[in-house]
């Protein structure tokens, strides 16, 4: 089956009625990782219940953006990810509210009253367990629950869920989990690989002095997984998926000042400069190392390559 397309909305002012009236699943959503799905699960089955439309409300740029902005990179995904990541969970429609200086200083009684009820006119929200709201985080579950009642919308709260090996099903476990090379664990909570999205830049084109040419994409907000070589899937505009070999990081034997995500797509000789791909980090193979020249450099990587190729089949 395919899933549809996610309809997104930015924003909470002026929405036509068609654009409210949903059941709502509220949180940051960072990752849709399988406790988030438990979530969107509630509010799915409210929304079949309740015969209306089922939604996501969450926030860009993330509240840790503002509360935090000299934080080091965390994101997960991006807007476009996550609406592709809701599409298969049955979600009609993706709200994106800004969470600026504005929503940051809501109490929690205006957050549920202006945003959720008269903004998006919502008929059901569902909540994580440990879900706060409100400036100061003053805002729970229970609270949202009494905020419903007199503003004519229904909640329920899903409980914390784990793995039935008890791995903790959270974003904090994935982050942990990259920051391991751990991309098995990471993709047990996503519930899928963790993938990295972004437009294809010119880099300083060695790789094609040594037979190896790359699409390289900037890291920009994505939190850091553990640099290194990593087998990758790579989903390309057209839909194609390419297998490759890639390393994120910094390149100590060029000592490059941003990380980059180079990606060596295997068998494959397109031009891809100024396409947006999707790699997926399928499987961390080694550490970044530094190498005594090129040619060196060479050996390595196609021991890489064909690393790659065993772990992806």
């Known amino acids: 089956m ?3 397309e996610v309809e997104v909305i930015r924003g909470w002012r002026g929405l036509t009625d068609a654009q409210k009236g ?7 959503f960072d990752g849709v990782h399988r406790g988030h799905q438990a979530v969107i699960a509630s509010a799915r089955e409210a929304a079949e219940r309740l015969g209306v439309p089922l939604a996501v409300v969450s926030f860009d740029p993330h509240p840790r953006r503002l509360f ?8 997960l995904m991006t807007p476009d990810q996550m609406a592709r ?3 298969p969970l049955g979600v009609d429609r993706l709200y994106l509210l800004p ?5 940051a200083g809501m109490s929690d009684e205006e957050f549920a009253r202006r945003v959720l009820s008269e903004g998006l006119g919502i008929v059901h929200a569902a909540v994580g367990f440990d ?16 905020y419903g009642e007199t503003l004519g919308f229904t909640v329920s709260v899903t409980d914390r869920i784990d793995d039935a090996s008890g791995l903790k099903l959270s974003s904090s476990a994935v ?5 391991a090379g751990d991309m098995d664990r990471a993709a047990v909570i996503l519930g899928r690989p963790f993938a990295i999205q972004g437009e294809v830049i010119h880099g300083d084109k060695r790789g094609r002095t040594i037979g190896v040419p790359t699409a390289n994409m900037a890291m920009g907000d994505y939190m850091r997984p553990a640099y290194g070589v990593y087998a990758t899937r790579t989903r390309l505009p057209d839909g194609r998926v390419i297998n490759g070999v890639a390393n994120l990081g910094v390149r100590p034997m060029f000592e490059i000042e941003q990380p980059l995500l180079e990606v060596w797509l295997l068998d494959f000789n397109e031009s891809l400069y100024g396409q947006v791909l999707e790699t997926e980090l399928i499987a961390f193979l ?8 090129l040619d060196a450099l060479k050996v390595q990587i196609d021991a890489d390559a064909a690393a790659a190729r065993a772990v992806l089949g």
Do not use: H, N, W
Request: aromatic share 10%; proline share 5%.
């Open 22 to 28: 949903a059941a709502v699943a509220v949180g940051a």
């Open 286 to 293: 080694r550490g970044e190392m530094k190498f005594d020249g």
């Open 85 to 87: 990541a809701l599409a």
């Open 175 to 179: 982050r942990e989990a990259l920051k």
């Open 68 to 75: 935090q902005p000299e934080a080091a990179p965390f994101r």
């Open 2 to 4: 395919v899933s549809k």
């Open 99 to 103: 969470f600026d200086r504005e929503m």
């Open 131 to 146: 879900f706060t709201f409100g400036k100061g985080r003053s805002g729970s579950p229970a609270l949202l629950r009494t």
